[in-house]
């Protein structure tokens, strides 16, 4: 019995020294890249979720997650899905906390870029800072790359630093974007 214990115990903590390596490992109020919005709603209540704010080129659909899943961390979930994809397949998933502090904004990112190291293997970091455009604030925030570049395939930390001017809310947003998605955030969701 004693031996059982022991390797069960063995077991347990060697878990906790594993890290994950695939972007579906990571999860934001229960939800992974990966996942069909099926699995948290029926469609009617999916597709009632759909957000009025979508990219130009809808090549993705973007869903207000929150109106089927209780969120508990976040004010905000987002999530997309490929267009005409009926198992509502998730290719991005994003959470979003309102704060008024830039520190206290910092502190949380801090604590979740912690938390992100401890449980996901990535291949490269990118801390950054820039301005918003027509200065209405700063970014400050850090991207995980999941693979090795030429691979967009990211977990994103951003603080949305906005100006009071600008009228629009100060946020601490966290994402995971498949590669997919992020290709198209990069060539063609704009243009």
């Known amino acids: 019995m004693k ?11 060697f878990q906790s020294l594993v890290k994950a390596d695939d972007i579906r490992d990571f999860e934001i109020e229960g939800i992974s890249i990966g996942d069909s919005l099926l699995n948290f709603a ?5 597709i009632s979720s759909i957000s009025p704010k979508q990219y130009p080129k809808n090549n993705f659909i973007i869903y207000e997650a929150d109106m089927f899943i209780q969120v508990k961390k976040y004010d905000y979930l987002g999530v ?27 502190k949380l990112k ?8 401890n449980i996901i293997t990535y291949d490269d970091k990118e801390e950054v800072k820039y301005p918003i455009e027509k200065n209405d604030g700063t970014i400050h925030g850090i991207q995980y790359y999941l693979k090795p570049y030429p691979s967009m395939e990211a977990i994103v930390i951003n603080c949305y630093h906005f100006t009071n001017e600008s009228g629009r809310a100060r ?5 995971a974007n498949s590669e997919k998605f992020a290709q198209f955030l990069t060539n063609d969701a704009y243009n």
């Open 110 to 117: 801090k604590d979740i870029q912690n938390a992100v190291e």
């Open 171 to 175: 946020n601490l947003s966290v994402s």
């Open 42 to 46: 029926d469609e009617k209540k999916i």
């Open 3 to 13: 031996l059982f214990l022991t390797v069960l115990i063995l077991i347990f903590s």
């Open 80 to 106: 997309t899905t490929s267009k005409n994809d009926k198992n509502y397949i998730v290719t991005s998933i994003s959470g979003k906390i309102n704060y008024q502090d830039l520190e206290e904004c910092m």
